[in-house]
């Protein structure tokens, strides 16, 4: 192998894929890039065994073709240790190792061979597809991914949903206390489908998905999923089990609505949830018709706080107690300026989704399961 490379170049490249590089594995030979030389057009794979990620980078001046597995970390910091200008980067016969050669000097490193890098497998021939755009696939990962559980026992809670159907995709996660929908309809499929992504792989995608990229094309079978999307692969394995019906107990008949500025009211929990008990993070809301009153207490260090705040509240007179926490993740991983949430009674779930006037209001919803008090 013997090839000119911008250092620039190649360092994003690695970059771009060294999220799949497991700090310990064992397979040793997975802490390696895998660089494939091909024509003008080197591919640079790293994997995990279970998520594999997988570039490409233009280079001039091949002059030999071939495959190795170099060392992540030390390619990756010697990249970093260079300013941007061409280097040259040839196997030595004999030794295993190569060189990368720049203008005023050189570094050996050894290699081990291609052929033991695990081979990776993609989704089928026949796998299904869609087209996601990529701005809508980082909306809706950012939107539920802080709701998936980390549950061993039930395995499909641990990642999002995507549930595909003829007129729109709708992705979910839960983890059982509070549930939330991002719904696009701008991806469709010929017939419904699904998958769970785990919520691992889904950050990931997260972190490398740029705004830039007009589309994501997806190929997923059972087992496997692809999301591509400029020069970079992401292949992974799916979770493994069957998400729960969601749609069943999204609250359709809550008849007690409550509007407010989203903002105010995150801030205002966030207040009061100072003074919350530390261990359940409860927190009391009693509403009235145009007033909203939220406070907490710690018995235990004599703590205690109470806010009042004008609202647009249509209902019976109602108390009803969350966990702090979860109201405010919710609140926070919304972007619309106010929020309705609708009640039943003070033990069944809230439903919480932007207010009618906002453009999005049909693409995310909320469900909180109250609490105790």
């Given at each position: 192998m013997k090839f000119t490379v911008s250092s620039a170049e190649l360092l994003k490249g690695i970059m771009d894929v060294s999220?799949?590089?497991?700090?310990?594995?064992?397979?040793?030979?997975?802490?390696?890039?895998?660089?494939?030389?091909?024509?003008?057009?080197?591919?640079?794979?790293?994997?995990?065994?279970?998520?594999?990620?997988?570039?490409?980078?233009?280079?001039?001046?091949?002059?030999?073709?071939?495959s190795i597995a170099v060392p992540a970390r030390h390619m990756t910091d010697l990249l970093k240790a260079l300013p941007d200008q061409p280097i040259s980067i040839r196997t030595l016969g004999g030794n295993a190792s190569f060189e990368c050669a720049w203008a005023n000097g050189n570094s050996t490193l050894p290699y081990f061979p291609a052929a033991d890098y695990p081979e990776i497998k993609g989704a089928s021939a026949d796998a299904e597809q869609i087209e996601f755009g990529a701005q809508d696939l980082l909306d809706g990962i950012g939107s539920t991914i802080y709701a998936t559980a980390d549950d061993e026992m039930r395995p499909a809670m641990n990642g999002i949903f995507f549930d595909i159907d003829v007129d729109s995709t709708t992705l979910v996660a839960s983890d059982s206390h509070k549930l939330i929908c991002y719904t696009t309809a701008g991806v469709r499929c010929a017939q419904k489908s699904s998958f769970i992504l785990h919520k691992k792989a889904a950050a990931v995608l997260k972190s490398i998905l740029g705004k830039d990229d007009d589309a994501v094309v997806i190929r997923f079978d059972a087992n496997t999923v692809e999301f591509t999307?400029?020069?970079?692969?992401?292949?992974?394995?799916?979770?493994?089990?069957?998400?729960?019906?969601?749609?069943?107990?999204?609250?359709?008949?809550?008849?007690?609505?409550?509007?407010?500025?989203?903002?105010?009211?995150?801030?205002?929990?966030?207040?009061?949830?100072?003074?919350?008990?530390?261990?359940?993070?409860?927190?009391?809301?009693?509403?009235?018709?145009?007033?909203?009153?939220?406070?907490?207490?710690?018995?235990?260090?004599?703590?205690?706080?109470?806010?009042?705040?004008?609202?647009?509240?249509?209902?019976d007179d109602l108390t009803i107690g969350f966990k702090s926490s979860f109201l405010s993740d919710i609140l926070g991983n919304m972007t619309c300026e106010s929020v309705v949430m609708k009640f039943l009674d003070s033990r069944r779930a809230a439903l919480i989704v932007p207010s009618e006037e906002e453009e999005e209001s049909e693409k995310i919803c909320g469900i909180l399961m109250p609490i105790m008090i």
């Open positions: 999220k799949a590089i497991p700090a310990k594995s064992a397979l040793p030979i997975l802490e390696n890039f895998l660089f494939v030389l091909s024509g003008n057009e080197l591919q640079i794979t790293a994997s995990d065994s279970e998520l594999t990620l997988r570039t490409s980078v233009r280079v001039d001046g091949t002059e030999e073709e071939g999307f400029g020069k970079t692969t992401m292949i992974c394995r799916l979770v493994v089990g069957k998400f729960p019906k969601y749609r069943d107990v999204i609250p359709q008949n809550n008849s007690n609505v409550l509007r407010i500025d989203r903002v105010q009211l995150l801030n205002v929990v966030r207040r009061i949830a100072v003074c919350a008990n530390k261990a359940s993070n409860h927190i009391k809301l009693d509403l009235k018709p145009g007033q909203l009153e939220i406070s907490a207490q710690d018995l235990g260090f004599a703590l205690a706080a109470y806010e009042k705040v004008g609202c647009d509240y249509s209902g």
